[in-house]
Antibody, heavy 125, light 107 residues
Framework: QVQLVESGGGVVQPGRSVRVSCAAS????????MNWVRQAPGKGLEWVAV????????DYADSVKGRFTISRDNSKNTLYLQMISLRAEDTAVYYC??????????????????WGQGTLVSVSS | DIQMTQSPSSLSASVGDRVTITCRAS??????LNWYQQKPGKAPKLLIY???SLQSGVPSRFSGSGSGTDFTLTISSLQPADFATYFC?????????FGQGTKLEIK
């Protein structure tokens, strides 16, 4: 079954750290770029980070740059997001999403075709 | 960063209605535009990619159009399962910005 399953969320105190994971199954994980997207309670979607299929290239939203680190272990079919120095505004459901890229006329168009169910990270004292 | 603005933010409609949601980019993004549907408590689901390509398994009553800065998502005949929140997303730049969402409610 093709799926993504997040884990590792919970209640975390401000300033502390947490790592969330995303386990992939049913497809060749090592051939896809992957993303983290978050959604604060009652709010819209915010892209957080992307990692290339081989882990060599990464990019982050300005709001998390320097505090969050995306990584992957292709031998374990697992994506990670390490979050440090957490703030109340980081409270959100964190989704992992598979990134499909298609080369068209020398450029690559992308979309997210598979999402996990999400894991809630609540930053509160 | 590229800003994505959807309109309207909310919309009331009836089963069988034709509905159009608009997404505007702050700069030209060619056709690098995707649409997602999200129901309460669920993950987003891809509907349309590259502005007008229908994702496999998505009903044909959904369609997308546009290029440059202005895009539309159209539902030709609303069904009960379509009442949800819809988000556009640009993939022209690495920041993958989403629109703020359009909540489609039953009239």
């Amino acid at each position: 079954q093709v799926q993504l399953v997040e884990s590792g969320g919970g209640v975390v105190q401000p300033g502390r750290s947490v790592r969330v994971s995303c386990a992939a199954s049913g497809f060749t994980f090592s051939t896809y770029a992957m993303n983290w997207v978050r959604q604060a309670p009652g709010k819209g979607l915010e892209w957080v980070a992307v990692i290339s299929y081989d882990g060599r290239n990464k990019d982050y939203a300005d709001s998390v740059k320097g505090r969050f680190t995306i990584s992957r272990d292709n031998s374990k079919n697992t994506l990670y997001l390490q979050m440090i120095s957490l703030r109340a505004e980081d409270t959100a459901v964190y989704y992992c999403a598979r990134d499909v890229g298609l080369e068209v006329a020398g450029t690559v168009v992308r979309w997210f075709d598979l999402w996990g169910q999400g894991t809630l990270v609540s930053v509160s004292s | 960063d590229i800003q994505m603005t959807q309109s309207p933010s909310s919309l009331s409609a009836s089963v069988g209605d034709r509905v159009t949601i608009t997404c505007r980019a702050s700069q030209s993004i060619s056709n690098y535009l995707n649409w997602y549907q999200q129901k309460p408590g669920k993950a987003p689901k891809l509907l349309i990619y590259v502005a007008s390509s229908l994702q496999s398994g998505v009903p044909s009553r959904f369609s997308g159009s546009g290029s440059g800065t202005d895009f539309t998502l159209t539902i030709s005949s609303l069904q009960p399962a379509d009442f949800a929140t819809y988000f556009c997303q640009q993939s022209y730049s690495n920041s993958y910005t989403f629109g703020q969402g359009t909540k489609l409610e039953i009239k």
